[in-house]
């Protein structure tokens, strides 16, 4: 074989670096380089780095500087020693003979045009065709060819000279995790700055900076991105590209922390992966699982460092844990858990225990060691929707959002009542018309587990039909989806990436709700994009929509769910008040002129929707006001024919136990003629109580004194 004929063709690399000989170099460099002068200054460049480091593993070892030809030898007019001229052979040690060059000095040298025609880039074994193949992919990605064409360059052309491997379809992602962490580990060095003034010829002290390294990191780890993008929507590799160009942490490293002992990392490592690979839960409900267990092991090991496996564990212990439970600061709010945290941390430790229990494992507690009764009581509270005003003002700012794929997620939030991960994962068929030709959605497997098509506001619905034509245009690759394990092609992509939740809902509220004036004094957003949902719902319920209506919309499994949003708001207390006590009788007292003129105060409409539910009788609801004083409409206080027997002693007691707790309540709030009613109520109460026992004791005696006649 001659030299050119092996230079077409790459050399097994070898396991001892050396320099190629110059009959090698030689004959490549007339066969790829064109212009005369080129290969005169390539070989002569040759020659002094091969005279100036005979022994290239003398060069490996030698300090970056020295290598990089900035320093260490007699400085040429160019303000660099000879072996800085020596960047063309390298390129071609590295691609041809499979002499791999490491990433920091790759990160101080400038390749620009290293396939071009000029640079011998035919010669070096890289695909060109295939290299402007990935520039118009990345261009129908959104990626304009300039920017394409940059970062790939820069990209691929340090991997392929990291890997002394021309193939670019042998790259793969642990190759794109291995350049970004270098990335990184680079812009953190000490010498950072003289670094890149040596490589710029400037002074130090023109490249220092604060963020200096945090900006070259910045820069290039998008460039590594891009590549990303491209070999995810080519197949090339699995992994979704992520912001930085991360490894995925493993279980192990996302859940405890190295002093915990092996047995207890082994048993809950195994527990989660299989909650997750079993599919038992959807993914976010393992994560709440790994954080309640991550903050129980780290408690053990502070607290009980004797305690080396699960098995050990007691009543006694849990108990103590479940008492500082609510003592611990969150690390992100500075504040103690909130209640529902605290709920579903108590309960995943609990299953945690009932399941392995029952599947019979080693090292687990081997019983159920806390009940739903150790989880605190979630407060239910009604649904925070949005006023009218705030609705108008949100809508006009999401109007106006720029971004046309954060304005039609929040338009989808508003009108659809879709949930956010929902929302995120449609797909390109995700809408269609009904046979009237209004618009449906269909909102894909989520939390409910099951899919739903509900109608859609015809703005939502032409928003959602450009986003689709654009994701279709764009054909980025399909992606496995997490819930059904499907392959689906998703709609809020960008640059062939599917957008975070941050990016899509996030951080276009926060623009919204600038835009809308819905933020305090330091700037800060007072309403959650959520409370869009329970808008939605809360409308739902006032224009007379059915419990099923609102439950198929919504997404709600149970009936209870969907019901929440029909207690009555302020504007149907008020009418069905006015209803009820004002349909064209006269009436008098002291609520009256209130009633009559229909100008309830807010403390009035406050005690109504927290009463509303506690005053159900039979039929219908009590709407009486405070103003009206203590009630005696009940039977049991004012019916002259009311009668009852000792049968219904146990529900009298159980309701004098309820009006007590309606005292302490009305005592609580300052309600002082509501604790006079529930008074009232339990005197009563106390009285057909105390007839009852003593006509008992007297129905007791009269049957001794039979017996004894008898």
């Known amino acids: 074989m001659n030299a050119v004929a092996g230079a077409t063709a790459r050399i097994t690399a070898p396991t001892v670096r050396r320099h190629a000989t110059e009959a090698e170099y030689g004959a490549w460099v007339k066969a790829f380089i064109p212009h005369y002068a080129a290969r005169y200054e390539r070989m002569a460049a040759y020659r002094r780095f091969v005279e100036g480091w005979p022994d290239l593993e003398d060069w490996f070892r030698a300090p970056l500087l020295v290598r990089a030809g900035f320093t260490g030898g007699p400085l040429r007019a160019t303000g660099r020693t000879g072996t800085f001229s020596a960047s063309g052979y390298l390129v071609y040690l590295s691609l041809v003979h499979g002499v791999g060059l490491d990433y920091e000095f790759l990160f101080v040298r400038k390749y620009a045009r290293l396939f071009s025609i000029q640079a011998g880039g035919k010669g070096l074994g890289v695909d060109l065709d295939l290299l402007e193949a990935h520039v118009t992919r990345l261009d129908e990605l959104g990626y304009s060819p300039e920017s394409a064409r940059t970062n790939l360059t820069w990209a691929i052309g340090r991997l392929l000279l990291h890997r002394g491997d021309p193939d670019i379809t042998a790259v793969t992602a642990e190759d794109l995790f291995d350049i970004a962490e270098q990335i990184r580990s680079f812009g953190q060095r000490e010498d950072f700055a003289q670094l890149r003034a040596a490589l710029y010829q400037k002074s130090p002290w023109q490249m220092t900076g604060e963020n200096a390294g945090e900006r070259f990191a910045k820069a290039h780890l998008a460039k590594v991105h891009c590549l990303h ?50 599919q038992f839960d959807r993914p976010q409900t393992v994560r709440i699982a790994r954080e309640g267990l991550r903050r129980f092991v780290n408690w053990l090991g502070r607290e009980h460092p004797d305690i080396t496996s699960l098995a050990q564990l007691d009543r006694a212990l849990i108990e103590e844990y479940l008492r500082w439970l609510p003592t611990y600061t969150s690390q992100t709010t500075g504040q103690p858990l909130q209640v529902t945290t605290r709920k579903h941390e108590i309960n995943a430790i609990g299953a945690f225990c009932r399941d392995t229990s029952m599947w019979g494992w080693d090292d687990v507690p081997g019983g159920p060691l806390l009940t739903t009764r150790d989880a605190p ?122 957008l975070s939740s941050a990016t899509l809902f996030d951080d276009s509220f926060e623009k919204a709700c600038t835009a809308a004036g819905l933020v305090d004094s330091k700037g800060t957003r007072t309403v959650s994009a959520h409370r869009l949902r329970h808008t939605l719902g809360t409308q739902l319920a006032e224009g007379g929509a059915r419990i099923q209506t609102i439950m198929t919309i919504l997404g709600h499994k149970s009936a209870s769910m969907s019901m929440i949003y029909s207690r009555i708001s302020d504007p149907e207390v008020r009418r069905q008040y006015e209803e009820a006590l004002a349909s064209g009788n006269r009436i008098a007292g002291p609520a009256a002129e209130a009633l009559m003129n229909g100008s309830l105060d807010d403390e009035s409409i406050h005690w109504l929707q927290t009463n509303f539910l506690k005053t159900e009788l039979e039929l219908g609801h009590c709407l009486r006001l405070p103003a009206e004083g203590p009630c005696e409409c009940e039977l049991m206080l004012s019916c002259p024919k009311f009668l009852t027997t000792s049968e219904y002693a146990p529900r009298l007691r159980a309701r004098l136990e309820r009006e007590e707790e309606l005292v302490a309540d009305a005592d609580t709030r300052g309600w002082p003629r509501e604790a006079e009613r529930h008074q009232a109520t339990k005197r009563r109460l106390q009285q057909l109580l105390d007839d009852l026992e003593t006509a008992t004791e007297a129905d007791l005696l009269n049957s001794r004194d039979k017996q004894k006649l008898q």
């Open 229 to 278: 993008v491209l070999l995810f929507n080519i197949g090339q590799v699995t992994n979704p590209p992520t912001s930085g160009t991360r490894r995925r942490k493993s279980w192990e490293e996302n859940l405890l922390p190295e002093p915990c002992p092996p047995r207890i990392r082994a048993v809950v490592e195994r527990y989660l992966s299989t909650r997750l690979e079993a």
């Open 377 to 498: 009581r979630r407060q239910e509270t009604i649904p925070r929707y949005l006023p009218r005003h705030e609705v108008d003002a949100l809508m006009t700012a999401i109007e106006g959002l720029t971004d046309p794929l954060q304005r039609t997620a929040l338009l989808l939030l508003r009108w659809s009542g879709a949930r956010r991960d929902e929302i995120r994962r449609l797909t390109w068929d995700c809408l269609d018309t009904y046979a009237s030709g209004h618009p449906r959605l269909r909102i894909p497997v989520g939390k409910g587990h099951a899919e739903r098509l509900i109608p859609l506001h015809a703005d939502a619905a032409v928003a959602l039909q450009e986003i689709i034509n654009q994701a279709k245009a764009m054909k980025a690759v399909a992606r496995r989806d997490p819930t059904t394990g499907r392959l689906e092609n998703y709609i809020f992509v960008r640059k062939g990436k599917l």
